[in-house]
């Protein structure tokens, strides 16, 4: 794959759906955090897509749909490029359903829409696109059979593809790590030390903060989580400009700031 820069990070357009009354019901780890509040989860969404605007994109803000509660989290059934969108088959249950309402919001922006081939399963959580290569980790929501087909299709597309195994008690690869353009990447301690990394520059999120490795790059801007005020230091450090969004509800289901929403570049 050709080095593609800015692939990862520059974007003109982003699709979000609004959270859902029934997000209360929503997939998680614990029930530590409590349930999320659908009203709370909405006022945080909607200063989620003003920062999206902020930074340059068109937002489309798809309806809520109350029989799929995780639905706001609209990465994981849908993966896109500037070539086109992939629509993804979930490894939950519970959101097989979903594919069939992205892709009409998909359609509505890409003349082409393709769907994953074979039976296996592919989350959007687990797939790191970065400039010269994409990175696919296998966890409890993306199985071998998925990411060998994911990987295929992408590399018949042009872009280079890499199975990787998530380490042990991380829900999706992108739970720990993000990218941050440029060569750079932002990583828990475990993923940093995994190697999958070599020959680029990681940002170690402190201990204490591993939640907010999940942060994304937006043109010339990094949208970072509130209350991890050592992460927003380190990643400033390394040179980029951050903007710090509220999301505790999302936290409460196992969401993140990638996780809501699908970010491409439809400009040539």
Known sequence: MTYRKGLSWHFSHAITRQPADSV???????????????EAF???HAGYVRALEAAGLKVDVLPQLEEYPDSCFVEDPAFCLPDGAIVLRPGAESRKGETTHIRAGLEA????????PGEGFVDGGDVLMM???????????TNSEGAEAFSALLESWGYAARVVETPAGVLHFKTACSTLGDGVVLATRTLASSRFFDGRKVVEVPEGEETAANAIRVNDVVLVSEGFPKTVAAIEVAGFTTVVLPTYEA??????LSCLSLRFNLQS
């Open 251 to 256: 936290a409460k289901v196992d969401g993140g």
């Open 24 to 38: 209360c019901n929503g997939l998680r780890a614990d029930e530590r955090g409590g349930d999320p509040s659908a």
């Open 131 to 141: 400039d010269d290569e994409i990175i696919i980790g296998l966890s409890a929501r």
């Open 109 to 116: 922006r890409f003349d082409r829409v393709v769907d994953l």
């Open 42 to 44: 909405r006022r945080e």
